[in-house]
């Protein structure tokens, strides 16, 4: 599990492709890895990745085919957010995240409205009934609040130290995201479909 809160920007250093899938190595910047091992999961983008060979400021990760064909920004590269995975011990800062990305949205308007920017983003339609005002949604790795919802589009705001502090700052109009819905959303779904009645 994760919570949404930055650690680090790194960058995807190399990609090699085997068989539709790839492995990773990716540069971790300012992430400390001290306490990482082997085995442990660290979200890139939004996706939980596991560490199968560290370096002093690097480690790397195989990515899947499947992984590949559902989410964004793994196969160049590029600057990643970086998070390593929640420990019981520490604030929750953002929201509970899963780093299993749901659907991968489009930015369909980006521009500042006074220090901050407002960004607006295209779900797609099987996800949005998932996105509720003030509720929490995962770009590329970071917790955000919803601030409004338009049919399949929802706007967030970005304050100056998140544009400073993770990779929204390259957004674009027409830019590719990974998407992850607040969890509890979806259980609290399932258990309003429940039918307890005996067969």
Not at 82 to 102: M, P, Q, T
Request: with cysteine; net charge negative; glycine share 10%.
């Amino acid at each position: 599990m994760f919570t949404g809160i930055i650690q680090a920007q790194g960058h995807i250093k190399t990609i090699t492709p085997h068989d539709g899938d790839a492995r990773l190595v990716i540069d971790t910047g300012d992430l400390d890895l001290h306490d990482v091992a082997i085995g442990d999961s660290i979200a890139v983008n939004g996706v939980c990745l596991t560490a199968i060979a560290l370096g002093p400021h690097s480690f790397e990760a195989d990515v899947s085919k499947e992984t590949l064909s559902c989410t964004v920004g793994l196969d160049t590269l590029r600057q990643v957010n970086l998070e390593k995975a929640l420990r019981l011990s520490d604030r929750l800062g953002g929201h509970l995240v899963s780093g299993h990305v749901d659907g991968v949205g489009q930015v369909i308007r980006f521009e500042p409205v006074g220090e901050s920017m407002l960004l607006i983003v295209r779900a797609p339609h099987a996800l949005s009934r998932y996105i509720a005002v003030k509720g929490s949604v995962t770009i590329d790795g970071v917790s955000l609040t919803v601030n409004h919802v338009d049919g399949d589009d929802f706007s967030v705001n970005l304050i100056p130290h998140t544009m400073e502090v993770t990779t929204l700052k390259n957004l674009g109009v027409g830019s590719r995201v990974n998407l992850e819905v607040d969890l509890i959303a979806r259980y609290v779904e399932r258990m309003a479909q429940w039918d307890d009645t005996p067969a």
